[in-house]
């Protein structure tokens, strides 16, 4: 059976979306995926902009929840979500050789925030919802793929 990573902490804080491993996407520097999924709520560069250069990860979500969504947001965030992360991976190289390094673990985003949608909160209130891990979900295709074991 294969190992369980289930807290993005540690040795695996490379794996959270909050981690500091920057990159570029269409001329702009995120520093972290947050703040690239963020920015990507708006199709306005200079709001793109601001909120790339936000000081933390906490402050591009917060920026991200007083846009006006485009259009398509519902749409499009799970697309934009795998795009951040292939971007991550790839213009990283050390980051890519620690996602190969998980070999076959099952990566699951273990949380106590309540978010049952990109991962699974383990709190007493959601103890008995199984969160939907999409985010570990799409680092286990990532690493798959790099694999060359699908698409």
Same mark, same amino acid.
């Given at each position: ?49 601001? *909120?790339?250069?936000?000081? $933390? ?8 929840? +007083?846009? @006006?969504?485009?259009? #398509? ?33 099952? *990566?699951?985003?273990?949380? $106590? ?8 909160? +383990?709190? @007493?209130?959601?103890? #008995? ?23």
């Amino acid at each position: 059976m294969p190992k369980k990573i289930q807290s993005f902490n540690g040795r695996y804080g490379f794996l959270s979306n909050f981690s500091e491993d920057g990159f570029e996407h269409d001329g702009i520097y995120y520093p972290t995926n947050e703040h690239f999924f963020q920015a990507m709520k708006v199709l306005d560069d200079e709001t793109r902009k601001e *909120i790339a250069a936000a000081d $933390t990860p906490s402050q591009s979500k917060k920026m991200g929840r +007083r846009v @006006k969504l485009r259009d #398509n947001w519902d749409r499009l965030r799970h697309r934009v979500m795998k795009k951040g992360l292939y971007e991550k991976f790839t213009q990283n190289p050390e980051l890519k050789a620690k996602l190969m390094s998980t070999g076959n673990s099952q *990566i699951i985003e273990g949380n $106590t925030w309540h978010d049952n949608e990109w991962g699974d909160c +383990r709190c @007493k209130r959601c103890n #008995n919802t199984e969160g939907k891990n999409f985010l570990g979900k799409y680092l286990m295709e990532l690493r798959a793929h790099f694999n060359g074991e699908s698409e």
